[in-house]
């Protein structure tokens, strides 16, 4: 199991960055995919999660209306539009795969960093 993410930098606030994350090494299309941060300081955290097809959504109450998670099934990413981003949105954002009775991978993290 392989995640990427990309897509992250230094955002001014209330910018719109879109972040992705490649996958491989699995059936990505079985699986619900989650996005987590991690700002200085504190425990990661769960930003928002899809089913494998894409039809459910679950995202923090921080970020809900802000944030939107989907995928391309057809190529194996998983994405994070951000809009409307704010200071407190620093951090290093991760995607997750979680598979029963495995455990969890984690890809390698993107900076976000929200500054004028």
């Known amino acids: 199991v392989q995640l990427v993410e990309s897509g992250g930098g230094l955002v001014q606030p209330g910018g719109s960055p879109r972040l992705s994350c490649a996958a491989s090494?699995?059936?990505?299309?079985?699986?619900?995919m989650s996005w987590y941060r991690q700002a200085p300081g504190k425990e990661r955290e769960l930003v928002a999660d899809?089913?494998?097809?894409?039809?459910?959504?679950n995202y923090a109450d921080s970020v809900k209306g802000r944030f939107t998670i989907s995928r391309d099934n057809a190529k194996n990413t998983v994405y994070l539009q951000m809009n409307s981003l704010k200071p407190e949105d620093t951090a290093v954002y991760y995607c997750?795969?979680?598979?029963?009775?495995?455990?969890?991978?984690w890809g390698q993290g993107t900076q976000v960093t929200v500054s004028s």
């Open positions: 090494g699995f059936t990505f299309s079985s699986y619900a």
């Open positions: 997750k795969l979680h598979r029963v009775r495995v455990g969890d991978y």
């Open positions: 899809i089913s494998s097809a894409g039809g459910s959504t």
